[in-house]
């Protein structure tokens, strides 16, 4: 029976035990075992057992020039889609910090995309951007523009993909900066209109470094995950045209689910972790060298 | 307070034994017409047998990956599944996730009288044996056949083509993209394009393999994916090389395409007028003949087997035989216009009389392709995800240059990874 005593005396051990038993179950037994199939050779093609390799599988996986081609298109994804969602996030967020009717509604609708099934978006999009009866191109012809081939022209399909990316999370860029903007200070403002500056001045001077850590913040957050963007891009494109769409996520899936070669699909995985992983790393510097 | 925990424990007991009596299992099908017409009976079954069914149902390739990952985890609670031969068979066969069906085949206590194994199409039969034994049941043939608009084709004055020369000028007399009209679709997205090539491929003599190695750089497989490419291209939809086989069939649906060339389970969708605008206006000829003669594939596309760690096989295998039985085959043809992998409900006179024009024709392609089939849509490899993924390129480059590309290095990198796919497997010349 627990009495009183019991529970005080391990009070410091009972406590923290399930938040201890969840990390390890669910954070370090994963990345451990991730780690441990990276390492081995396990093949389901094969019908045999895993067997330890040590680094083959990361050797095979760099030699394999789809590979490389998805590291960089995942970063050029991300690069673009982050980049201009916090461009666009922070106007709309300067936006909904003035005072104007229908201010709430235009919150709320702003959030819906942020609420949304990322797979019922990439089926919706699909639709969208259909070349013969999608709104997209019907949209483009209408202004007297030629349509195009979202999804299958190769030089075409990541920008589409990343514009889709944009549109579902320019709003979280959004909402983090207006966080940011509503705490600041009034003061800093005031002295400047005293010394004259115009509202460029002010925003560029005083407003954007004052919410920078909130905008930094944002980045951070959306880089992480862009980089290992999934959902979109597998209910839309697979990957394809002849994997002109597929990023090291989505070629990692293919690794494990579609040739089962699940040691190179950890592997992968591992590279993915790596550069997540030093990417928050250098944002984390930045924000520090910022001194917020 | 021990009492009460004592006692809160037993009654879960007890609501867990008692939950535990029905016994329960779990099914996994694929998005198949099949299983759209099998869904309303499996109330039956639940009466008959008093076993509950949880269904659950997957597209193609997202069921593989799903039974993959479980099976491999060991932790798998799957109990029968539907399956396809050629994809992941061998594969499923080599890591022992099949139950050996062999012996219930024998017993026949477990197998009912009238279930008659005999009546399945012997080759269907073939693609699931593995040293002599029996690890699925054969389901659902799938031959390629060619779709058509009959509305569009009497005011061209044009009848189905019987050759790929027919078939092209036929496309290109039907197309007419300001009206959003285009004259043929076919898949385009890479890997799944494959199956869809294989009988364009067939006409031109080629082959995905021959004696165990890539026959990718042959100037068969060359002209064919310039011919494939070049139909597309230029009397396709935009967009082809983004198509699988849900893409043509809503385009086809939609009225925007005269010609759809795809497996042979469609016309049942096309020709449903609550999901096709054309329903009254299809027409299903055999696949036409190419230059180096007409050998269409024609597959046992769907089994259906028991898990092999199942642990309700007793009534895994009731459903099985349940599913797949006479009856049930014969009405799956019948009303529904699944082809069915048994002989008899082909020869079934009833069943026959009450087809319908454009079913009598489905029946008629079947009887003219049967004698003539290539009997795979794919290499026949173990590591045929891959495969198919190294091949799709070469049919998507094809569609977006039109056939005009030289694509004979494309081919000759492709040709090296299949066949170190094939090195690896242990089946490279064999």
Known sequence: MLDGKLLDRHARILFPLPAVVFTLALLVFPVAYTVWVSLTNWNLTTGLPPRFVGLKSYAAVVQDPRFWSAFVRTLYFTGMAVAAETVLGVIWALVLNRNFAGKGI??????????????????????????????????????????LNWLTDRGVVLPALALIDLWQWTPLIALITLAGLAGLSLEPYESARVDGANGWQ?????????????????????????LKTFDIIYSTTLGGPSFASETLNIYSYNLSFNYFRLGQAAASLIFLFALVLSFSAVVSRLRRRLGV | MKKILLAALLVAMAVAMVGAQGTTIRVLLSNHPYTEFLKPLIPEFERTYGVKVNLETYDENQLSAKLMTEFATRMSTVDVFMTRPLQEGKLMYLNGWYENLSPYLKDSKKTPRDFDFGDFAQSA????????????????????????????????????????????????????????????????????????????????????????????????????LKYYGGLLKNYGPPGVTGMSWAQGLSLFQAGKVAMWTDASTFLGQITDPAKSTVADKVGVAAFPAGPKGNKPYFVTAWAMSIAKQSRQKAAAYNFLTWATSKAMLTKALGQASVAVARNSPWSNPGILAAFDATQKQLAETA????????????????????????IGPLIVTAIETGGTANQAAQAKKVAESLNELLDAAGELGK
């Open chain 2, 367 to 390: 009887s003219k392709t049967i004698p003539l089939a290539t009997g795979y849509d794919r290499p026949l490899m173990t590591a045929v995800g891959a495969a198919r993924d190294a």
């Open chain 2, 125 to 224: 039969v073939g693609v699931s044996t593995y040293a002599k034994n029996v690890y699925a049941f054969p389901l659902v043939t799938e031959w390629q056949v060619l779709y058509y608009r009959t509305d569009l084709f009497a005011a061209a004055g044009l009848k189905p083509p019987t050759t790929f020369a027919e078939l092209e000028a036929a496309a290109k007399k039907l197309t007419d993209p300001s009206k959003d009209q285009y004259g043929i679709v076919s898949r385009g997205q890479g890997n799944p394009a494959v199956t869809q090539f294989s009988s364009y491929l067939y006409g031109y003599g080629g082959d995905f393999l021959k004696g165990g190695k890539a026959a990718v750089e042959s100037p068969e497989f060359l002209a064919a």
């Open chain 1, 202 to 226: 002010i925003f560029w001077h005083i407003t954007l470094p004052m919410v920078a850590p909130a905008v930094l913040t944002g980045v951070l957050l959306r880089s992480i995950d862009a």
């Open chain 1, 106 to 147: 235009v919150k709320t609708l702003l959030l819906l995309p942020l609420v949304a099934t990322p797979v019922a978006i990439g089926i919706s999009w699909t639709l969208f951007y259909e070349p013969t009866i999608g709104l997209a191109n019907w949209g483009l012809r209408a202004i007297g523009l030629q349509g």
